[in-house]
């Protein structure tokens, strides 16, 4: 229960409805995300932060985000992360991201139910076993493009 409140007041934070034109927060109900986690879909997305509802069933590719800081709370099942090394083979998919076939040299880590995981920027990431569905809340904190602080 106490994971729940926490992630509860986390998005209360977060995720609340709009009362004035010079109020910039923004509400999703139960509803919306509860059918983003049934597929794996952004919940929210600026230029400065991102709100994913995640869902895997099967591992992926392994991942760069060059900007992207990914801050994960597991919500249900285990995954298995691997973490640092190198990509095998990276390419662009998308402006600053990039994807590769496997990571060679990086470090395993179990994931479960009420951890939190925090893969910072330019790090390769790959997760490689699914006990789930994996469900897992991502928030991504952007850096700026001028390698400066906010």
Do not use: C, W
């Amino acid at each position: 229960m106490r994971t729940t409140a926490l992630l509860g007041s986390m998005a209360a934070l977060l995720l609340t409805s709009p009362l004035t034109a010079s109020d910039r927060t923004t509400f999703v109900s139960g509803q919306a995300t509860a059918a983003a986690f049934a597929k794996g879909q952004p919940l929210l997305e600026t230029t400065q932060y991102k709100v994913h509802a995640s869902r895997r069933e099967s591992p992926g590719l392994a991942e760069i985000h060059v900007r992207d800081t990914d801050i994960i709370y597991v919500l249900d099942g285990t995954a298995t992360i691997v973490t640092g090394g190198e990509a095998i083979a990276p390419k662009e998919v998308a402006a600053e991201e990039l994807r590769g076939s496997a990571i060679t040299g990086g470090a395993a880590r179990s994931l479960a139910k009420g951890d939190v995981f925090v893969i910072p920027n330019g790090v390769p990431h790959q997760f490689t076993a699914i006990n789930g569905p994996f469900l897992y809340y991502v928030v991504k904190v952007t850096a700026p493009a001028d390698g400066g602080s906010r």
